[in-house]
């Protein structure tokens, strides 16, 4: 069974916005990471916060974890058409398990 | 440095065939693992690797095979392919289980 889910599944911003998205997750975790996955190609590491951690930035990206909830959340700031993709968090308790995605489009 | 290489890209395959979807890495990573991805599902673990010699079964083991003879390669082969393996497959590596993933560009399989 998945452990992160994203939420919403789906989100649609004008170029320029902010985006953000949410997972959850249901065991405790060494650390939660973000991957970005653009159509048709691989994932791509974007971020790693550690369950010590409460917030990480990234450039345009904006990470926090909230680990009385099992909660995390992917800002993305002043959004470009070429974060149009899907987002994915990872939890990792001894292997790394994927939630369904965030599909992100960003019109111009 | 070439990362993460996956072979083949596509493949068509009919019921009861068997093949090998092939993944090597260059960048010296321990852990190797396995993915399928379909619609809806998100990412399910197939095998992973935490070295040479050393493989396990991730969630979704059944129907498929994998060895690591070497750190480099890590091959994921199909016995007797199914319609229920159609997929895309992606294969990734890391230092450790719990650092970031080198993903491959995937291999879209159908079965037929």
């Known amino acids: 069974s998945q452990q992160g889910e994203e939420d919403p599944q789906a989100l649609s911003i004008q170029e320029g916005e902010n985006a953000t998205m949410n997972c959850s997750y249901k065991?405790?975790?060494?650390?939660l990471q973000w991957y970005r996955q653009n159509s048709g190609r691989g994932l791509v590491h974007l971020i790693l916060?550690?369950?010590?951690?409460r917030e990480k930035h990234s450039g345009r990206l904006r990470v926090t974890l909230d680990t009385s909830k099992k909660s995390s959340s992917l800002l993305i700031t002043a959004s470009r058409a070429a974060d149009t993709a899907s987002y994915f968090c990872a939890t990792d308790d001894y292997k790394l398990s994927f939630g369904a995605g965030t599909t992100v489009t960003v019109r111009a | 440095n070439a990362g993460v290489t996956q072979t083949p890209k596509f493949q068509v395959l009919k019921t009861g065939q068997s093949m090998t979807l092939q993944c090597a890495q260059d960048?010296?990573?321990?852990?190797m693992s396995w993915y399928r991805q379909d619609p809806g599902m998100g990412l399910r673990l197939i095998h992973y690797?935490?070295?040479?010699?050393?493989?396990d079964q991730g969630e979704v083991p059944n129907g498929y095979n994998v060895s690591r003879s070497t750190t480099e390669d890590f091959p994921l082969r199909l016995l007797s392919a199914a319609p229920s393996q159609t997929s895309v497959y992606f294969c990734?590596?890391?230092?450790?289980?719990?650092?970031?993933?080198?993903f491959g560009d995937g291999t879209r399989l159908s079965i037929l």
């Open positions: 065991t405790s975790i060494n650390n």
């Open positions: 990734a590596s890391s230092r450790t289980s719990n650092q970031p993933q080198h």
């Open positions: 916060i550690r369950s010590n951690e």
């Open positions: 960048m010296n990573h321990e852990y």
């Open positions: 690797s935490v070295g040479a010699g050393i493989t």
